[in-house]
């Protein structure tokens, strides 16, 4: 693994189904991050967690949970999708907080029927 | 609220000099980033300021204003491969990055 990858590259989803969308990353980093981003808008924090065994709730965390069993991964899901849910789902992460750059994995594209 | 605003779209002619704008309004600032993100790829980070000033990397340059709320990422000598979109995001007092919508640069021949 080089840098931060994601799974599934895509999925189609049935409304009510649950999803977990899996993150790993192998820089050490400490904080992780899951954003989602829509045609217009910027991208807008769900989740994050700044150390391994803790997570936070981002700007729109309703319906999503995240955890942070390990430094290395932090998965996304999603317990019962809806329609506003399909987006493109981007996990990032960074070595620290302050002036520390996110590296951002190649992106989930989710769709709910 | 948190706010940032940066053009929609942009064009400009290919080896020419372009100026993307950044505005912005955040509890906090703790520095501002831009990054580049390719249509149906992941962002990748271009620059980072967090003192007012000029920082220049190779034909990219990004400024910022601290008073004025203000950044502006330069591109020079402007390549097709340049066309994407330009990100803006400002580090607010809890280290989380707010994002703008982002500017679309379209580059002509």
């Known amino acids: 693994i080089a840098g931060i990858t994601q799974a599934p590259t895509s999925q189609i989803l049935a409304a009510g189904r649950r999803m977990t969308l899996r993150c790993t990353q192998d820089?050490?980093?400490?904080?992780m991050y899951w954003y989602r981003q829509d045609l217009g808008l910027g991208l807008r924090l769900i989740h994050y967690s700044n150390t391994a065994g803790t997570t936070g709730k981002g700007e729109v965390p309703d319906g999503y949970s995240v955890s942070r069993a390990n430094t290395d991964d932090f998965p996304l899901t999603l317990a019962s999708a809806v329609p506003s849910q399909t987006s493109v789902y981007f996990c990032a992460s960074s070595g620290g907080l302050a002036g520390n750059e996110q590296f951002f994995g190649p992106g989930t594209r989710l769709t709910v029927l | 609220g948190q706010n940032i605003d940066q053009p929609t779209e942009m064009t400009a002619t290919e080896g020419a000099i372009v100026q993307i704008n950044c505005t912005y309004q955040?509890?906090?600032?703790?520095?501002l980033f831009w990054y580049q993100q390719h249509a149906g790829e992941a962002p990748t980070f271009l620059s980072y300021?967090?003192l007012d000033g000029l920082e220049e990397k190779g034909r990219f340059s990004s400024f910022l204003s601290r008073s004025k709320g203000y950044s502006y990422l330069l591109l020079k000598e402007l390549q097709m491969k340049d066309s994407a979109s330009y990100l803006c995001?400002?580090?607010?007092?809890?280290?989380?990055?707010?994002w703008g919508a982002g500017t679309k640069l379209i580059i002509k021949p």
């Open positions: 820089m050490r980093h400490n904080a």
């Open positions: 995001a400002v580090m607010d007092s809890n280290y989380q990055l707010i």
């Open positions: 955040t509890s906090g600032f703790n520095g």
């Open positions: 300021n967090v």
